[in-house]
């Protein structure tokens, strides 16, 4: 597998995601490079200059949660695609680590990402092995949704 820039905007855009690279809202970068890594910012789940806000604390909140995962993990890849040097693809992922707001007692938190994994194994086109970390926490920034970074690995077209 290796994803270009160009693949990975043709699969965000054929889930109806942005492939845009999301305008850092501080002093930090949204990806960057080192030693074949990718390494991503923490991605808030926004689109179309609206954000999925608020703290999931029932069963009737999972799916919210799961659309505003699925928001985040394909800013990850527009991010991540927008590092790669030119003739250089994905080829993998190796972690993801995800933030849920949430109240005390939502215990789904892991039900939530499961939506950003499948975003990435779609638009990478093969079934992702990475290590995920899935925790809630209780004040995100903007109160979004869900955060989520990731750490890709790449390497340039032989």
Known sequence: MMATREA???????????????????????ALTGAGLIFTAGQLSRLDGGLISGALHGDHDISRGRQAAEICAGRCLAAAASALPDGAGITGVLQMRGFVNSLPG??????????ASVVLEAVLAEPCRFVRTAVGVPSPPDNGTCEVECIFTFAIAP
């Open 8 to 30: 990975i905007t043709r699969g965000l855009l054929r889930l109806g995601l942005a492939a845009e690279v999301p305008a850092p809202r501080g002093g930090y970068a949204p």
């Open 106 to 115: 939502f215990t789904a938190h892991s039900r939530v990402l499961d939506a």
